[in-house]
């Protein structure tokens, strides 16, 4: 069964700095792959995806995601954090044959001032 | 487009009672998810559709839950009865088929604010 494992529960960076949120995937054939980030008291908000193509996808907010065949990750990257990036953010696969996702556990990000 | 809505954004009920969860998809989307939120088991998808068929049920936690689609522009989400543990936060999805919208919008869904659930 296809699975994306998020090994952070949290991730704290400095506001400025660079932020990493890490995903790694299990899928059989090729992955279709996602980041969705929720805000508190909100859905969630799909930032970019993986399907094919270049292995650097650029998404919104300034959000960008590496894809490593070799190593099965999906790091979701920004080179400048903002407090306002402070959010749940989730992984997730596009399930074999189905239209359904699996998300991961999600990593909380704070983003301190 | 308004968006996936959902309503109501908060229901307290009491455990034995009936809930009535309503959502409104994106229009000429073709997929609805039902998904439930809580802080030990995370994200889980209930149930989804497509084309207001019900395709995998799976998810759906026990008999007291159910799912309905009687058209393209409407879903519920029905727990009879109701327990604590049914507190959660439930989310509403949908998404075009993939192979319409072009492949920028491949996949991708759209989920709607939620309904807080308190069961008491």
């Known amino acids: 069964a296809q699975s994306v494992a998020q090994p952070e529960d949290q991730v704290n960076v400095a506001e400025g700095n660079p932020l990493t949120v890490k995903c790694t995937y299990s899928?059989?054939?090729?992955?279709?792959l996602f980041w969705y980030v929720q805000y508190p008291n909100r859905g969630l908000q799909f930032l970019l995806k993986?399907?094919?193509?270049?292995?650097l996808v650029k998404g919104s907010y300034g959000f960008e995601a590496e894809f490593n065949k070799s190593q099965t990750s999906f790091h979701l990257k920004k080179p400048s954090a903002l407090v306002s990036d402070s959010a749940l953010y989730f992984c997730?696969?596009?399930?074999?044959?189905?239209?359904?996702?699996?998300f991961g556990t999600g990593t909380r990000l704070l983003v301190s001032p | 487009d308004a968006g996936v809505i959902q309503s109501p954004r908060h229901e307290v009920t009491e455990m034995g009672q009936e809930v009535t969860l309503r959502c409104k998809p994106i229009?000429?989307?073709?997929?609805l998810f039902w998904y439930r939120q809580t802080m030990m088991r995370g994200l889980e998808l209930l149930i989804y559709?497509?084309?207001?068929?019900?395709?995998?049920d799976s998810g759906m936690p026990e008999d007291r839950f159910s799912a309905k689609m009687p058209n393209a522009s409407f879903s519920t989400l029905k727990i009879q009865p109701s327990e604590p543990r049914d507190s959660a936060v439930y989310f509403c999805?949908?998404?075009?088929?993939?192979?319409?919208?072009?492949?920028?919008?491949?996949?991708?869904?759209?989920f709607g604010a939620g309904t807080r659930l308190s069961v008491l």
């Open positions: 999805a949908s998404s075009l088929a993939p192979q319409r919208g072009g492949r920028g919008y491949k996949n991708i869904q759209y």
């Open positions: 899928v059989s054939g090729n992955p279709y």
């Open positions: 993986y399907i094919t193509g270049d292995n």
């Open positions: 997730a696969v596009r399930d074999v044959g189905f239209q359904k996702l699996v």
């Open positions: 229009s000429g989307h073709d997929y």
């Open positions: 559709f497509n084309n207001n068929v019900p395709i995998d």
